[in-house]
Structure formats: C-alpha cells, structure tokens
C-alpha cells in the first residue's frame, strides 16, 4: 500500500516557465511534508518543507501547498531554470515516535528546457 | 559545515556474502536514518537511530541490522546477501530536536552490487 504517490513519472517544462509537481497522500496521520531534489549518483537535496498546521510555505523560487482535505500536497518552482532538471521527491513524516521514518513518493522527473 | 558522508562509495560482493556500510552525520546531528533506494521499490525507510538505540524499523528481514556509536555515527549490516538487496543504500541525519520536526539531510549513497 503506498501511502504517498506521485502520479505523474515526468514533466517537461520551458525555462523560466512555471513547473508544478503534485504529490498525494492516504494516510491522515502524516503532520510533516517534505521536498527532495535528487540528481543521478548523489543523496536527495532537501529543498522545502510545511507543517500540517500551515496550508503554504514559500523559499525562494519554491513553494509549497498543501491541502489537508484533499490530502494533496504541490510544489510550486517559478521561474524554472534548466538546473532545476532532476528527480523531486515528496515526503511525509507522522512525526512522534516515527519522527525519523520518511515515507517517500515514487519521484517525478523534472526536466526543464533552454 | 561538512555534510553527511557515507563510506564505501561503491561495493561488489557476492551472494551469501555479509557487507558493513558506514555513515557518519553532520556535526552536532544526532539521529540517524537509513534507507534503501531501488528502481521497483523506491525509497524506502529501513531504521533509524538515536543516542545510539534504534528508535523506528521498517518492513525489512532481519538480515538487515544497524547500530550507532557515541559520536553518533552509524553502521549498517546486511547478511547472507541476496541479489534482490543491490541498491543504493542512503543515510540521512538530523538534529531531533525536542518540540519541532527537524528535517533530514542525506549522504551520496553507498552503491552496493551483489553478484
């Protein structure tokens, strides 16, 4: 059962354009969202993260939003940049006694064109 | 600030073989996490450790063990190798701080092949 799922495998976007990846999730214990940029051979970077209690967190270029009802979490990259083009991964957290257990989504490959 | 390290880089062993892998975390990060990336299965949690006691496991066999020292650096261990374990297997450390979620920042990987 996977309790957080990236629809989308891929996403082309023209640089300087908006990216919007979009991230889903089942399980309504998860209270900590995450964001991961993940390049071939290297760790996940982390990027941005929100809280259950906040419905949008920005960082730069980086935003995120997440709907509580709709169990629905997004990233928002404006403008895109041909370096942005990697793996995102979206991440949940129940916190409390499974504070340091991550359960990932599957990754959406972002690809932004020159 | 250096960040996360995870040594061997790269490792080729054989079934049935067993294989120690080693993260040390960001200074001043106590907790460690472990998680085994794979094209079918993903990123998944494997365990984590804090003040040198596993505090979380995830849904893996007992081949796969783990402990941490002191300086907070850990070790992982997997026995009786199977092909089925080849992945990347990634730490990640973080402060664990009381009161607030603290987010976790990972190492390059041990890429791990078994024969």
């Known amino acids: 059962d996977q309790q957080v799922k990236q629809n989308s495998p891929s996403l082309s976007v023209q640089e300087g354009r908006i990216s919007i990846l979009n991230c889903d999730y089942t399980?309504?214990?998860?209270?900590?969202f995450l964001w991961y940029k993940k390049y071939p051979a290297e760790g996940p970077t982390f990027l941005i993260s929100i809280s259950s209690i906040k419905d949008k967190n920005e960082d730069g270029r980086f935003t995120v939003f997440l709907n509580k009802s709709a169990k629905h979490l997004s990233l928002h990259i404006v403008p895109s940049q041909p370096g942005d083009s990697a793996v995102y991964f979206c991440a949940a957290t129940t916190g409390g006694t499974s504070y340091g257990k991550l359960t990932f989504g599957q990754g959406t490959i972002l690809t932004v064109h020159p | 600030k250096a960040g996360v390290t995870q040594t061997p880089r790269y490792l080729i062993k054989t079934r049935g073989q067993q294989v120690t892998l080693s993260c040390s975390p960001i200074?001043?990060?106590?907790?460690v996490s472990w998680y085994q990336q794979t094209p079918g299965q993903g990123l998944q949690f494997l365990f984590e450790?804090?003040?040198?006691?596993?505090?979380n496991k995830g849904n893996f066999p007992g081949r796969f063990s783990g402990r941490q020292f002191s300086n907070s650096r850990s070790e992982m261990n997997v026995s009786t190798l199977e092909l089925g374990d080849s992945a990347l297997y990634l730490c990640?450390?973080?402060?664990?701080?009381?009161?607030?979620?603290?987010?976790?920042?990972f190492g390059p990987g041990t890429r791990l092949t078994v024969l």
């Open positions: 200074s001043g990060h106590r907790s």
């Open positions: 450790y804090f003040s040198e006691t596993q505090r």
């Open positions: 990640a450390s973080s402060l664990r701080l009381a009161g607030r979620y603290n987010e976790q920042f």
């Open positions: 399980n309504s214990m998860f209270d900590y």
